[in-house]
């Protein structure tokens, strides 16, 4: 039986994720920062992606384990409707903590357990919007902080080739889910399905790669 970790599982895509890997009978570990207020049954750890601390012990508790796969999904969107002269910067260097550097944080704490397995995939959820070939104005914050994460994640890809484990940039499209709002184009089923698609059919070959919810490929 294969085992997910899933980071951000309490809600939205990375609740769905738990609910559609273990429907096709994967052991799924999930990780939020909350577990009591959670509506997840099974293993479900406490986990603060920008904490540093709440990384570490998350990497202890599942020391033992092999990770088949990895989703880095946890993320903030941070304050929107600013302008020039009125940019949160505060705001913003939570979003890169979060967005950028708990993802990273939490692929290095627990790069073991996913090397030790078989399938040794981390999978990362980005966003079109860190795209800087297709960007346009606004999105400061968000949009920075995923173009950062992808560039991290391409640098790692080819740090980790040697021990055979993948690096996978997804996007999960435009999702009605509190951050992407009721008037989202995909439904947060159909972008984890679709997702999973994309996983199901990786290989080594395309570690490193920034694509959709479909498999398209997204420029950098």
Known sequence: ?????????????????????????????????????????????????????????????????????????????????????????????EVLRTNTLGPLRVAEALLEPVARSERRLMAFLTSGLGSIGQGGGGYYLYGSSKAALNKAVKSLSADLRSRGVGCLLLHPGWVRTDMGGPGASVSVEASVRGMRRVIEGWSMARSGTFVDYTGAAIPW
């Open 1 to 93: 039986m294969p085992t997910a970790l899933i980071t951000g599982a309490s809600r939205g895509i990375g609740r769905e994720f738990v609910r559609q890997y273990r429907a096709q009978g994967w052991r799924v570990i999930a990780t939020c920062r909350d577990p009591k207020a959670s509506e997840i049954d099974g293993d479900v750890f406490p986990l603060d992606v920008a904490d540093g601390t709440s990384v570490a012990a998350l990497a202890k508790a599942v020391a033992g384990e092999a990770i088949d796969l990895l989703v880095n999904n946890a993320g903030i969107s941070g304050p929107r409707g600013y302008d020039l002269g009125s940019i949160p910067y505060d705001a913003w260097e």
